[in-house]
């Protein structure tokens, strides 16, 4: 058990982790940051009514594009082994295979997926910001602007909702559990994109997006020259089946991100010097 995992050692594989790879996190962070600030900026408008101004803020962009820059960040897993050198150094530290594994886990899905919402919210108000600063200048006003909450942000993104959120009459059984395998295909999206890197060594993001891009047409062309007719037939009738229908393809999603993460970690296991 101790070869396996010890907490001592992991702590210190951790810090040297992060010790090595700390400007690359900064980095990451900053043209995140950019993005969102810029694609936020441009997406705002406003309008006046009845003598009040209103932001309507365009997130759902920069919100893709922060998403997107997690899924890179995601994919730049174990950057030690795009080259010779470095890998050896790093399959020679004093740590077992699911130490680094569960290391690379927690700072680039975990710790990164917590950085990356907090970047997010950060730049998209900063952005709403600025552009009520600068309204308010070249109009002589002194408007504010409605920010983003984190609050209602996170229960937005974990479905934590109350009797003053959603109207029960709006919003069907069918609707939450495509929202829900949406959210899930995000996940598995960012979980493909960790493990499937360990497949690669050089070039290894471009590999992994061009393999991601043609599963996911492949899947696409299955679907409607194979089973577009069957699905429709006995799935997509009433909002029941929907329902069923997209708790099946939750599961499917659940068990191909275990494979991937146990595939990921064998592929990093048999890696020697």
């Not at 790093?90 to 700072?107: G, N």
């Not at 059984?173 to 949406?182: A, E, G, K, N």
């Not at 891009?213 to 492949?218: F, H, T």
Request: net charge positive; with cysteine.
């Amino acid at each position: 058990m101790n070869q396996f995992f010890n907490i001592k050692r992991f702590a210190r594989l951790m810090a040297y982790e992060v010790k090595t790879n700390y400007k690359r996190y900064l980095i990451a962070a900053a043209v995140c940051f950019a993005a969102v600030f810029v694609v936020t900026y441009i997406s705002i408008y406003n309008y006046n009514i009845g003598g009040q101004l209103y932001f309507y803020e365009e997130y759902i962009r920069s919100l893709l594009i922060c998403f997107a820059g997690f899924v890179a960040f995601a994919g730049l897993s174990f950057p030690a082994l795009a080259s010779k050198k470095n890998t050896i150094s790093y399959l020679m530290l004093p740590a077992s295979a699911f130490e680094k594994y569960t290391a690379e886990f927690i700072l680039r899905i975990i710790s990164g997926g917590i950085l990356f919402l907090l970047i997010f919210w950060v730049s998209a108000n900063c952005a709403a910001e600025v552009k009520a600063f600068i309204y308010n200048l070249e109009h002589h006003t002194n408007f504010s602007v409605n920010h983003l909450s984190l609050i209602k942000l996170l229960k937005t993104i974990f479905l934590i909702k109350t009797n003053n959120d959603i109207n029960p009459s709006c919003y069907s059984s069918s609707d939450y559990w495509s929202i829900v395998f949406v959210k899930m295909t995000c996940i598995t999206l960012i979980i493909f994109a960790f493990s499937v890197r360990l497949f690669f060594k050089r070039f290894a993001l471009v590999k992994t997006t061009a393999v991601g891009i043609g599963i996911v047409l492949g899947v696409i062309w299955i679907l409607f020259n194979f089973a577009s007719d069957f699905i429709n037939k006995y799935f997509l009738k009433n909002d029941l089946q929907s329902a069923v229908f997209n708790h099946y393809l939750l599961i499917i999603l659940l068990v191909f991100c275990v494979i991937l993460l146990l595939t990921g970690y064998y592929k990093l296991k048999e890696k020697k010097i």
